[in-house]
């Protein structure tokens, strides 16, 4: 089992930047498929971008060009660079480990808001 917290979050105004960071601890992160998930009050959680053990990425259409997800498996963290954000990224980020299309673990989820 791998147990994932996240870090990074907070408030900023629109146009700004945020990078989230997610630990990994209890296995090896290089095991793992990685991705980050959000989920915006009143919503379902949706994808925001993941990255394979191979690094190959896949983002959401209405990150691409804004957000990069990258691993470093020497320090067991997935980042996820949030550049020009808007008031439409706000939501509580959660950082996912798979094996496939199986979940193997979720953290327990950080707020980013943007708002003037």
């Known amino acids: 089992q791998v147990q994932l917290v996240e870090s990074g979050g907070g408030l900023v105004q629109p146009g700004e930047f945020l990078r989230l960071s997610c630990n990994a601890s209890?296995?090896?992160?290089?095991?793992?498929?990685m991705g980050w998930y959000r989920q915006a009050p009143g919503k379902q959680r949706g994808l925001v971008a993941n990255?394979?053990?191979?690094?190959?990425?896949n983002y959401a259409d209405s990150v691409k060009g804004r957000f990069t997800i990258s691993r470093d498996n020497t320090k067991n963290t997935v980042y996820l660079q949030m550049n020009n954000l808007e008031p439409e990224d706000t939501a509580v980020y959660y950082c996912?480990?798979?094996?496939?299309?199986?979940?193997?673990?979720w953290g327990q989820g950080i707020q980013v808001t943007v708002s003037s």
């Open positions: 996912h480990a798979a094996i496939g299309t199986r979940t193997v673990s």
């Open positions: 209890g296995n090896i992160l290089s095991f793992y498929a």
């Open positions: 990255i394979s053990r191979g690094r190959i990425t």
